[in-house]
């Protein structure tokens, strides 16, 4: 045999193992996908199962298809309320693929229907989702279709579970007070625990906005991490969690078509905003209430028809001014 039939061969052989190694891959790949398209359907339209049963809700779906999902994180010790540390609002629009991210700052003197004036996560505290859905609704326009209360618990778990190795962040100074650990200054590995305190962390001079900063960053990575192929294999342990440790009144087919468009690489991308945003809000100190930001609400509320849009507004309802 010449040495060009054998550099031929070669060749030959080499393309053969390189598209059967590719085919493998995709093989690989899409059985993964599968896995995890089949697994929702079979669930799709059936709600989630609820950890401390159905909460009183009654955000009502969305006659131009975008929705608002209320995001509560909720530190529960047995309490018949437990209180919130986090309340977020996610808005997504099926018509643009986007996913958006509101912070709502908890310290914000807002006013709560039969309760007067109150700080914003006060109203959780009166009357669950319910009534802190009202409240956002009364003093910023936001109409809220859906919640979802996510205990801490599952959080620290469902990070261990996508990425056991932790996640790094870069830590400015040292984080002790308020959450039970120390965080050393610089880069870290941080696992669910640790990650739970980094995003919990305010006593310091940016106090809750710093801490919304921080739950913004580690939400970004989160995203990214539960989409990426490795993860998709965990989806049955992932939904083992989710029906543990959420309580929320989503249906599985919106979480299906989210899912979908995060897949696709449609909705990776989070746009956040922060409310109050920068120069719309004073800080100050109330006898009854203690620090307060005292806002700006035309503002805010240009602000987040600016940021979502008329979809994700109370429709037909005035304003409160």
């Known amino acids: 045999m010449t040495r060009l039939k054998r550099n031929r061969r070669r060749v030959r052989w080499g393309r053969l193992f390189g598209a059967f190694l590719l085919i493998g891959i995709i093989i690989v790949g899409l059985f993964h996908i599968f896995q995890y398209i089949e697994g929702t359907i079979k669930t799709a339209n059936q709600p ?4 401390e049963g159905k909460q009183i809700f009654h ?9 608002n999902i209320l995001l509560l994180g909720s530190d529960s010790r047995g309490e018949k309320q437990a209180r919130t540390d986090t309340i977020m609002v996610a808005h997504y629009d099926p018509e643009t693929h986007k996913i958006k991210l509101i912070s709502l700052m908890r310290d914000m003197l807002v006013s709560v229907p039969e309760h007067g004036q109150q700080k914003l996560n006060a109203a959780y505290a009166f009357g669950g989702p319910e ?16 919640y979802a209360m996510v205990d801490f618990k599952g959080f620290e778990k469902a990070v261990d579970l996508l990425v056991p190795k932790g996640i790094e962040v870069n830590i400015p100074y040292e984080m002790s007070y308020g959450i039970d650990m120390t965080l050393e200054k610089g880069k870290q590995q941080l696992h669910g625990k640790e990650l739970l305190g980094y995003v919990r962390f305010r006593h310091d001079r940016l106090s809750d906005f710093g801490r919304i900063q921080r739950q913004q960053e580690v939400i970004s990575k989160l995203t990214d991490e539960a989409i990426s192929l490795h993860s998709i294999v965990k989806l049955p342990k992932l939904l083992g969690l ?3 440790y959420i309580d929320t ?3 599985s087919s919106t979480l299906l078509t989210i899912g979908k468009d995060m897949l696709t690489k449609k909705s990776r991308e989070i746009e956040t905003l922060r409310i109050p945003e920068n120069d719309s809000f004073q800080n100050k100190r109330d006898e009854v209430h203690g620090d307060i930001l005292e806002v700006d ?3 805010n509320i240009d602000a987040l028809n600016n940021f979502i849009g008329e979809k994700g507004m109370a429709q037909n309802e005035e304003q409160t001014e």
């Open 48 to 51: 989630l199962k609820k950890v």
């Open 59 to 67: 955000g009502e779906k969305n006659k131009l298809d975008a929705i």
């Open 131 to 146: 009534l802190l859905r009202e409240t956002i609704k009364e003093n910023f326009g936001l109409e809220i279709h859906n």
């Open 242 to 244: 989710i029906n543990k």
């Open 249 to 251: 009144n989503i249906d």
């Open 297 to 299: 609400f035309d503002q």
